[in-house]
């Protein structure tokens, strides 16, 4: 019903994607053209909204833009709008970060009145992420296959999911999100946005009796978009700045990233370029090679004044656990490290794809 099962295949890695496109207006943006784009290491094979960088309704409208830009073979996907607030708190925002609309600064997307683009708002509406879960975890386990189910907003949708259908969780392979950090935030001392946000959901997801895994700001913020990335990023082969673009879907991507490095450097001072968090969830589920990563208990501050949103991370293993990774376990595998490198060769390969179907290229 919400999930359409014509538009799997048989490849290794199937994803379901929950982000927030006020997010997907950045880096979201750049995991959904991940997501897209590796056709022979990544299957999408679902998608949905979730609160965050901006209200409900923009972040579905922002996917649904997306998707449509980046990927013509993905027309038949449903864009399942999610929770639109916490479980028990506030919506949080992030204006000053990603615009009021969650793509801030971006040009070249369709517009929202665009003829395709309303009827595929409409049709999400009919569908939401949590039944859509169910439907995908259901059709996975009558065929045999598992789902690697990837997060890069708060994780509302996520513990929704989990506290409604407990039993469907063996249809996941794992759960990958963006999130936390060991030590360290970026919405306070050591809170990180989308912790932060709903760090209930966030408790239950970590809890879950499934593998999970962790990539915190520690890693993210070592995947910094230069400016010589920059620079490639337009197939820049003069001196003459950075406006000298070769496709319209460089361009808007360009636009996508400049916005979001103006953004981070005057917020919070990254005078090299922005990190590219999002994205490396994606990278992860593709090439798990690329990364470092430990066996950690992992909790969420839910209840201080000063820490509340913080992922306590157990590195020294002061209390002991079992092998599960449910709440008596070492539940979350957090990354520690990145081949930066290695992953920025697979975003332009990504990008490279792209540029042979996106709908800006063949319309110009």
């Known amino acids: 019903m919400c999930f359409n099962p014509n538009v799997t295949t ?65 027309d038949a996907l449903v864009v399942h709008p999610g929770a639109p607030k916490p479980l028990i708190r506030p919506s949080r925002a992030d204006p000053e970060i990603h615009g009021p609309d969650g793509l801030g ?37 009558s065929s045999g296959y598992k789902i690697h189910l990837v997060a890069t907003g708060p994780l509302t949708n996520l ?12 249809a996941f392979e794992e759960v990958c999100f963006m999130g936390g950090g060991v030590g360290i935030g970026n919405r306070g001392a050591v809170a990180e ?9 966030a408790q239950i997801v970590v809890d879950a009796p499934i593998r999970k895994t962790m990539i915190p700001l520690n890693v993210t913020h070592k995947a910094i978009v230069t400016e010589t990335l920059q620079r490639r990023l337009l197939n820049e082969c003069s001196e003459r700045g950075l406006s000298n673009t070769t496709t319209p879907l460089r361009h808007t991507l360009h636009s996508i990233v400049s916005y979001f490095a103006a953004s981070y450097k005057s917020v919070f001072g990254f005078n090299d370029g922005p990190p590219l968090h999002d994205a490396l969830t994606i990278a992860y589920v593709a090439r798990p090679e690329l990364f470092r990563a430990t066996r ?14 913080q992922t306590v991370v157990d590195a020294f293993n002061y209390r002991d656990y079992d092998d599960s990774w449910g709440p008596t376990g070492k539940n979350v ?11 920025f060769e697979l975003f332009f390969e990504c990008v490279d ?12």
């Open 333 to 343: 595998l957090v990354a520690e490290g990145i081949d930066v490198p290695a992953f």
């Open 353 to 364: 794809r792209c540029d042979t179907v996106s709908r800006l290229n063949l319309a110009a």
């Open 10 to 74: 048989l490849v290794l890695n199937k994803i379901w994607l929950d982000c927030d496109p006020v997010r997907p207006g950045h880096d979201d943006a750049c995991a959904i053209l991940l997501a897209t784009s590796l056709p022979s290491d990544i299957n999408l094979v679902g998608l949905s909204t979730v609160h965050g960088n901006a209200s409900g309704e923009c972040t579905l409208s922002n996917a649904i833009r997306l998707i449509h830009m980046f990927s013509p073979q993905h």
């Open 105 to 141: 600064g971006v040009v070249g997307l369709p517009p929202l009145n665009h003829p395709v683009i309303l009827s595929r708002l409409e049709s999400s509406h009919t569908a939401n992420a949590v039944e859509g879960l169910a439907a995908a975890a259901k059709l996975a386990i």
């Open 193 to 201: 946005f989308n912790i932060l946000c709903d760090p209930e959901a």
């Open 296 to 309: 950690y208990r992992v909790d969420v501050d839910c209840i201080s004044t000063l820490g509340t949103g």
């Open 159 to 170: 513990a929704l999911f989990i506290s409604v259908y407990p039993y469907l969780l063996s």
